[in-house]
């Protein structure tokens, strides 16, 4: 086996902030998971197909990139950029000095080609350190701000904004499949046909006839830059070659000079040209958005490319595979730098526009390049639907079983575009769609997605409607409070989600990623004016599976059993259960009540009636971009970070205890079995919240082994989807999350430790045997 | 129709309905675990299936102290000593369960309730969608589900009207009758086969073998049974011996002929100490404190070995 995985990086999978989501300590996952739980998977799946799909040494030219990967040789290019725009170009309209600034970038960034690279172009310019004391490069540190932006926009427009210039609005697929469509000179050729038509069109006022004529010369500026900057790449890859210290590695650099020079300004034609394409384009875009951006239905838009040459034979599977495993190879360039996700996802098969199944080859050596470099970038997700072929889907699972953190993440297509289509996407276009960098939902190249920027804590606004009600009141009247509060903190929401739309189109437009997608130039707008197709505003709901439990635990308690006074549970709150009166009423309402994530109707069916209030009225709201709130149920650090201000709640959670992400249950109040989950959570799903949800699911290597194993997963997966799930994502167990059971058992009661007619909560087992069964589960128990 | 509603109606004893259960039978399924049992296997993993009565779990490290549970029961089952020490005397317990109403931090966790088969039905009923996704459905067990032989078969019969795949798993002590009624409800049995050695089999597990042996040969003679499956926990030093599953071999082999149509499953299930923490829990010893689980070799030599007699052994359920 051994020499099947090789290049294992000493880096870890999952990010911090995956971990903060978990809840969980995280570190050194990667690790461990490299280990004999790992290797016992692989050797059961070697035996039960033959030979592994993922089988065969990576290559000489992929173990050297990984090496110098894992050495940062990368690193030693980068610097803290310190441009000043020329004065003059202060005169010009924002969106033009935007461009500029941005050419100015790219212009001076520092290039480089490292030994062994056949794929060029990375990012070298950076913001200057936000912490000291880490040796990312002299001066940087790991958890610095990455972006760098010269300053284009004077203090007063920032201060008259409320923004700084070049803010990000990022989390957005750019339109990759235009841009290898088209070449950057197709684009720059649209961009003139629409700056000649409304030069001439009759229709637009002065203003705004400047306004798209300006931005249309900002994209020409961006476009221009990047061909620039390819060139320059086409030089120093001549210049290598010249002094390369052998003729073969002349070869390799003149042909990489060959594709550059190709590519700079032409539309790519072979599968190379258009990685090599894309590699730059994802450049450019880093450099305007800094981090966060997703990068769409990479199987789809690549496909063409690789197809063509598959069957005229210029390329055969296996050199296509190693030409893939090198650009994954790049996007792990940048992996040291951030501290949180960099949300560099890749979407693999689902349905065409037209609704055919969309599975290609190139989706599963996506898969394969993925299992087989177990590097954190790309992060892989599958659309699965009803038509998906049986070989694909057995990968998916099989790879599952893998236990690569969370490899890959699954989405429902069956569920995520009757969303999309309630939201008013049509369906040809509802079934383009991909996750935008985080598990939220956009249409790739065709769409503009705020996703972040308001959001909804469910548990808080309970929290304050509390505070607010009458003594004397009904359950029916206190939950009548709560929804009306919810309007206006929705409202709020929307109100202040505007204000920064409008501030970011005033001073802060992104011409580059605007130029990609559809509508931008043949209007003459940029995204943040509203020109592309489709113009969301993300809403974040988080905290509703906590305000469903505390609601439920209210109306029992307060309005059934009559146990307590709602001004005395108050009171109690307000003490955060202090002395241990208040510890047997917190413990009476956490285990004593109902709680989501069980099957429960008398908690299921208030989370839903919340969720499906939240969804109506968050879509109810118009952007400025001339599209609407887009609402998900979603959280990120919040659930461990926002809720660090928040008092005790009558779920039973003390002032500041972390709440549950997503819709997942609240940490180990969960004990009837994923099943029981599924339904739950299905509830809310199936009121379709268009930016949808992420499901965590745990398993134990027991569930998942053997053939049986394999099969049974699958039946999980396939009950998902039919019950509407939006997605899922599983983490087989392993000994650090067992551990971290150890250490907080109260967050992890749900966990069963299952074999043969017997079954144990993990919790509940005393030490020697957990370790006991730590042990077991590194061997797969 | 009266008598249909009645045996709706019939109560049983159960301590867990457990869904999402992946190792009973085929497939995603719900197993309704019934509580009271005939046997007393020193290897017992669910010691909390083995008494008929309602019982109670104590959990030290998660009491808080309050003393509700003193006050709570009228018997003096929790006591607080001169010394201040808390003390459990379970002998005095009538299984009322008082303490554990009170008890919010669940250091007191109730072992048995009462359902009816209706309700059984219901919620396993939960879960059709994952049964029909996977070929799995609903199995038995226990403790002995034939102790409660009428609420049993009742519940498998309503479950296979249903279309659900019923399954039952059984120690085979039980009197023939209930046994076959149960089975005709079910598509699947899984029969335990322990010992081969009737003396061994006592001393094991405290009752002789002639039964069990007799009910299996009886019941894979029944026409029209559903698939039957053999369940083989394997135990170190107690009946992971050659004699024993050659035994077993020559017997099996013995029922179904040297050509039968369908070779007979037989799990081999290799013993865990996890049961452990469970005796804990209910303050009791636990006999086999040393006792290793079956090196692999062990365990695939007998499969070896039960397939020389024509038999499908599968390690692990």
Redesign the interface.
């Known amino acids: 086996m051994a020499g099947r995985f090789p290049g294992t990086l000493p880096m870890e999978r999952t990010t911090t902030v995956e971990a903060v989501k978990n809840g969980i300590d995280l570190r050194g996952l990667h690790t461990a998971r490299a280990s004999s739980l790992l290797e016992e998977a692989v050797a059961e799946l070697a035996a039960a197909n033959g030979a592994g799909w993922w089988d065969g040494d990576l290559s000489p030219r992929v173990e050297r990139l990984l090496d110098g990967l894992n050495r940062r040789t990368h690193a030693q290019h980068r610097t803290v950029g310190s441009f000043t725009l020329p004065a003059e170009h202060l005169k010009e309209p924002a969106v033009v000095r935007r461009a500029l600034a941005f050419a100015l970038v790219l212009r001076e960034m520092p290039i480089y080609i490292q030994d062994g690279e056949v794929l060029v172009g990375g990012r070298t310019v950076y913001g200057p350190p936000r912490e000291k004391g880490s040796e990312v490069f002299p001066g940087l540190s790991g958890a610095s701000g990455i972006g760098y932006f010269p300053t284009y926009t004077t203090p007063q427009e920032a201060a008259a904004a409320g923004l700084r210039g070049g803010a990000a609005s990022n989390h957005n697929a750019i339109g990759y499949g235009r841009v290898l469509t088209l070449g950057l000179r197709g684009l720059r050729e649209l961009a003139a046909r629409s700056r000649a038509e409304i030069a001439v069109g009759g229709e637009l006022t002065p203003e705004d006839r400047e306004r798209r004529l300006a931005f249309l010369r900002a994209v020409d500026v961006c476009l221009e830059a990047l061909t620039r900057l390819i060139r320059r790449y086409t030089a120093l890859a001549r210049q290598l070659a010249a002094e390369a210290p052998s003729p073969e590695r002349a070869a390799e650099l003149s042909a990489i000079a060959g594709v550059c020079e190709r590519v700079a300004e032409a539309p790519p034609a072979t599968f190379r040209e258009a990685l090599q394409l894309f590699l730059f384009a994802r450049v450019a875009s880093m450099v305007e958005s800094y981090a966060c951006m997703p990068l769409g239905r990479f199987d789809q838009y690549l496909w063409p490319f690789l197809q063509e040459d598959l069957s005229v034979g210029r390329i055969d599977r296996h050199t296509a595979r190693e030409l893939l495993e090198c650009l994954f190879v790049k996007l792990n360039e940048e992996i040291d730098l951030s501290s949180t996700d960099d949300c560099q996802r890749i979407m693999l098969s689902g349905q065409t526009c037209d609704g055919e199944d969309a599975t290609n080859e190139l989706s599963y050596l996506c898969l394969e390049a993925a299992v087989r470099l177990r590097l954190p970038s790309p992060k892989v997700g599958v659309r699965l639907h009803r038509g998906t072929p049986a070989a694909f889907f057995r990968r998916v699972v099989e790879t599952v079983k893998l236990g690569i953190a969370g490899l890959p993440e699954i989405y429902n297509d069956e569920s995520v575009i009757p969303g999309l289509l309630r939201f008013g996407i049509p369906l040809h276009d509802a079934r383009d769609y991909c996750h935008d960098g985080c598990s939220e939902i956009t249409i790739g190249g065709k769409s503009d997605f705020y996703p972040t920027w308001t959001g909804v804590r469910h548990l808080r606004v309970l929290s304050e409607t509390l505070a607010e009600a009458p003594d004397e009141v009904t359950f029916e009247d206190l939950l009548m409070h709560y929804k009306t509060r919810l309007c206006q903190v929705i409202a709020t929401a929307a109100e202040r989600g505007n204000a920064r739309d409008r501030a970011l189109a005033a001073i802060s437009p992104a011409p580059f990623m605007s130029a990609t997608l559809e509508g931008c130039l043949e209007r003459g707008l940029d995204k943040t004016w509203g020109g592309t197709l489709y113009n969301m505003t993300g809403m974040l709901g988080s905290e509703l599976v906590n305000a469903a439990n505390a609601l439920a635990a209210i109306r029992q308690i307060v309005f059934e059993e009559r146990a307590i006074s709602l001004p005395a549970l108050k009171a109690a709150l307000d003490g955060n259960f202090a002395g241990?009166e208040g510890?047997?009423l917190r413990?009476?309402l956490?285990?004593?009540c109902p709680k989501f994530g069980n099957?429960d109707e008398r908690v299921d069916a208030l989370a839903a009636e919340i969720a499906a209030l939240f969804i109506t009225e968050a879509q109810s709201y118009a952007n400025p971009r001339g599209g609407r709130y887009c609402p998900g149920f979603f959280d990120f650090a919040g659930y461990v970070t926002a809720v660090r201000t928040l008092g005790a709640t009558p779920d039973g959670r003390r002032a500041g205890e972390s709440v549950s992400g997503h819709l997942a249950p609240t940490g180990g109040t969960d004990r009837?079995?994923?099943?029981?989950t599924f339904?739950s959570m299905s509830r809310v799903t199936r009121l379709h919240p268009p930016m949808g949800t992420m499901f965590d699911v745990k398993l134990h290597p027991?569930?998942v082994?053997?053939e049986?194993g394999t099969?049974?997963l699958a039946?999980?997966i396939?009950?998902f989807m039919?019950?509407d799930g939006k997605a899922l994502q599983f983490n087989v167990v392993d000994a650090a999350t067992l551990r971290a059971a150890q250490r907080e058992p109260e967050k992890y009661r749900d966990l069963l430790?299952?074999?043969?007619?017997?079954?144990?909560y993990f919790v509940?087992?005393?030490a020697d045997?957990q370790e006991?069964?730590i042990n077991r589960t590194e061997h797969g128990l | 129709m009266e008598r249909r509603e009645d045996a709706g109606m019939l109560r049983g004893l159960a301590f867990n309905v457990q869904r999402y259960s992946i190792h009973d039978g085929p497939g995603i399924r719900t197993t309704v675990f019934l509580k009271g049992c005939p046997l007393r296997c020193l290897w017992c993993h669910n010691p909390e299936a083995i008494s008929g009565r309602i019982e109670f779990g104590f959990f030290p490290d998660r009491c808080i102290g309050c003393h509700e549970c003193i006050q709570a029961c009228p018997h003096g089952v929790h006591v607080v000593d001169a010394q201040g020490q808390r003390v459990v005397y379970r002998e005095r317990c009538r299984s009322e369960a008082r303490c554990v109403e009170v008890c919010y931090a669940e250091a007191l966790e109730r072992i048995g309730y009462e359902l009816t088969v209706d309700e059984a039905v219901a919620q396993v009923e939960r879960d059709r969608p994952f049964y029909e996704a996977s070929g799995g459905g609903v199995t038995i067990s226990g403790g002995e589900p034939l102790r409660q032989a009428a609420f049993t078969a009742a519940f498998l019969a309503r479950c296979r009207a249903r279309g659900l795949h019923a399954a039952i798993e059984t120690c085979g002590y039980a009197p023939w009758p209930a046994l076959a009624t149960a089975a005709a409800h079910a598509d699947l049995v899984l029969f335990d086969l322990k010992q081969m050695d009737s003396a061994s089999h006592q001393a094991l597990t405290g009752v002789p073998n002639a039964l069990i042996l007799d009910n299996l040969a009886r019941l894979y003679a029944s026409p029209g049974r559903g698939a039957l499956w053999i369940r083989y926990p394997f135990i170190s030093t107690m009946n992971d011996q050659p004699e024993n599953y050659h035994a077993m071999g020559r017997f099996l082999r013995a029922l179904t002929g040297p050509q039968p149509p369908v070779r007979l499953r037989v799990d081999l299930l290799p013993y865990h100490q996890l049961g452990q923490s469970k005796y804990r829990k209910l303050g009791r010893p636990y006999a086999l404190e040393h006792l290793q689980p079956p090196a692999r070799a062990t365990i695939e030599a007998a499969a070896d070995a039960l397939a020389g007699y024509g038999l499908d052994p599968h390690i692990g359920g």
Do not use: P, Q
């Open positions: 241990i510890e047997r413990l009476r956490r285990n004593r099957d009837n079995g994923v099943t029981a339904h027991s569930a082994r053997g049986t099969e049974k039946a999980l396939r009950t039919e019950m430790v299952r074999v043969w007619g017997f079954s144990a509940e087992l005393s045997f006991h069964i």
